[in-house]
């Protein structure tokens, strides 16, 4: 994933936190060190971390915003709203 950011530009990013390899905050940590426009690509954490301690994890990561799955189709277009849209 890190590769794409890379080699092409995303309005926005919906990141799963528990992936193989790099998780979403290694992900998300990475991504903004690209810095620049690439850098500052809106990430959206998508996932089953529901605890506050889990939101303020992915925010202090560099994420947007957090929601929780199962998603709320509101909440999911809000934050693309505020975020990409």
Known sequence: MLEAVREDYYDGILMD???PNMNGYEATEAIRALGGKRGSIPIIAMTANAFEEDR???LAA???AHIV???D???MLNAL???II
Do not use: L, R, S, T
Request: glycine share 12%; charged share 20%; proline share 6%.
């Open 17 to 19: 936190i528990q992936m």
């Open 56 to 58: 303020k994890k992915a």
């Open 62 to 64: 560099g994420m947007n």
């Open 69 to 71: 799955k199962p998603i």
């Open 73 to 75: 189709i509101e909440v």
């Open 81 to 83: 709203g505020i975020f």
